[in-house]
């Protein structure tokens, strides 16, 4: 059984940071890349970010490039999200998730489909 938890998330203030992160388990993650997508009250799930297996070539949606960086640690199963120059519109809860896709990079990440979903986290930015 497949594991995602994230956790990190919060209530900040506009032009804050936070760091939300998401625990694998279950089974080796080796050839899986993960992302992270949203979900604001009222409106579709929407991709924000995703990671190759080799960490190369990160992809971005346009509204996040240049405040959020993803990363990963294969050593321990774990992705992170780090938001900087958080804004209102950014809140939502936060999904992290994974697919086997080994040969995956750039902007394909954000077509595939993900197999493995976390529960959420809520991130809420005040103005």
């Known amino acids: 059984q497949v594991q995602l938890v994230e956790s990190g998330g919060g209530l900040v203030q506009a032009g804050g940071s936070l760091r939300l992160s998401c625990a694998a388990s279950?089974?080796?993650?080796?050839?899986?890349?993960m992302a992270w997508f949203r979900q604001a009250p009222g409106k579709e799930r929407e991709f924000v970010a995703a990671?190759?297996?080799?960490?190369?070539?990160?992809y971005y949606a346009d509204s996040v490039k240049g405040r959020f960086t993803i990363s990963r640690d294969n050593a321990k199963n774990t992705e992170y999200l780090q938001m900087n120059s958080l804004k209102p519109e950014d809140t939502a809860v936060y999904f992290c998730a994974a697919v086997y896709y080994p040969s995956g990079y750039g902007p394909a990440l954000a077509r595939v489909r993900y197999d493995y979903w976390g529960q959420g986290t809520q991130v809420t930015v005040s103005s």
């Open positions: 279950g089974r080796t993650f080796s050839g899986y890349a």
């Open positions: 990671i190759s297996w080799s960490s190369s070539s990160p």
